[in-house]
């Protein structure tokens, strides 16, 4: 089992929808978990940051995370066709063997239709 | 702004070279990543390294390896590049969260 677990896609929806985008982990011991947007054949840009539990928002983009359930989310309202892109969940947290280190989902494609 | 700078955007090199990513971060940041990226198996960590001189394998480091003498620089090298190395290279600098830089596309002929 992957320690970080993300539904590839891909995902459509008509412009003005709004976008839930999600990841499951089973590290208890993650702390800091984070969103990038990914263009095509373009390096990940951080979106949203947030540590521990509770939420956070970023103009359209709000994040989630639920510790209990080992569950984050990123919704996006009135999406726009900018922002068709691969969505990358990360994860890191505190510890001798992993301070620093992110964890990785494998990413959820997201096409938004005019 | 912060800036991780990859040296190259499109590499081609030929089967058996010595291959040399280098990337750059201007943040001061204690960690930094190397990730190969290919379609549909998302970001695999190669290396990993926490502090000059310091470096951990990451998921796939066969093949691979690093050198990080300074704190702003991070070198991944292919030691006798392949044809299953074509891939997306990507570095990344973090204190927490993670600056990618714009990735090299590296062709193995």
């Known amino acids: 089992q992957k320690e970080v677990e993300q539904d590839p896609g891909p995902l459509s929806v008509p412009e003005g929808a709004i976008v839930s985008l999600n990841c499951t982990y089973s590290?208890?011991?993650?702390?800091?978990f984070m969103w990038y947007r990914q263009y095509s054949r373009k390096g990940p840009e951080l979106l949203m940051y947030t540590y521990s539990s509770g939420n956070k928002e970023d103009g359209r983009f709000t994040a989630q995370v639920d510790k209990s359930s080992k569950y984050i989310s990123l919704f996006i309202r009135d999406s726009q066709p900018s922002d068709s892109a691969t969505y990358l969940c990360a994860m890191s947290g505190h510890g001798s063997s992993n301070t620093g280190k992110l964890i990785f989902g494998q990413g959820t494609t997201l096409q938004v239709k005019p | 702004d912060v800036k991780v700078t990859q040296s190259s955007r499109y590499l081609v090199k030929r089967t058996g070279e010595k291959v040399f990513l280098e990337c750059v971060q201007d943040m001061d940041h204690e960690n930094m990543f190397w990730y190969r990226q290919d379609p549909g198996l998302g970001l695999r960590l190669i290396y990993f390294s926490y502090d000059v001189k310091m470096k951990e394998k990451g998921d796939i480091p066969e093949g691979y390896s690093v050198s990080r003498e300074k704190k702003e620089r991070f070198s991944l090298i292919l030691e006798s590049a392949s044809t299953n190395q074509t891939s997306m290279y990507l570095c990344?600098?973090?204190?927490?969260?993670?600056?990618f830089g714009q990735g090299t596309r590296l062709t193995v002929v």
């Open positions: 990344a600098s973090s204190r927490v969260e993670a600056f």
């Open positions: 590290n208890s011991a993650f702390q800091y």
